[in-house]
Nanobody, 121 residues
Framework: QVHLVESGGGLVQPGGSLRLSCAAS????????MGWYRQAPGKQRELVAT???????NYGDSVKGRFTISRDNAKNTVYLQMDSLKPEDTAVYYC???????????????WGQGTRVTVSS
């Protein structure tokens, strides 16, 4: 069984910064892509950023130039550094990871429980 646990959400003023973390635990053989999605009230879930196992990042248009995704493969952890935050970044942020649990297993797509980010003065 695999778990993704996010941390680092909270309340921040516009223009401020936050750093989210997501650690994968459980029976893990390897992790392919990891990333973040977000869902604001009344809106659909949208891509924030993903990062491949070779550290290639991909960003949603609304966060390019402000957010930075990174990962530590030794810790099975993905990070999201969020700078120059705007009120429209307010959402629940979900960690996602494509994980193989054994050499014979297929890739599983796992989600965290979400962490809330509120940008407000």
């Amino acid at each position: 069984q695999v778990h993704l646990v996010e941390s680092g959400g909270g309340l921040v003023q516009p223009g401020g910064s936050l750093r989210l973390s997501c650690a994968a635990s459980g029976i893990i053989f390897s992790i392919n892509a990891m990333g973040w999605y977000r869902q604001a009230p009344g809106k659909q879930r949208e891509l924030v950023a993903t990062i491949d196992s070779d550290f290639s990042p991909n960003y949603g248009d609304s966060v390019k130039g402000r957010f930075t995704i990174s990962r530590d493969n030794a810790k099975n952890t993905v990070y999201l550094q969020m700078d120059s935050l705007k009120p429209e970044d307010t959402a629940v942020y979900y960690c996602v990871a494509d994980i193989i649990t054994s050499i014979q297993a297929d890739i599983g797509h796992y989600w965290g429980q979400g962490t809330r980010v509120t940008v407000s003065s």
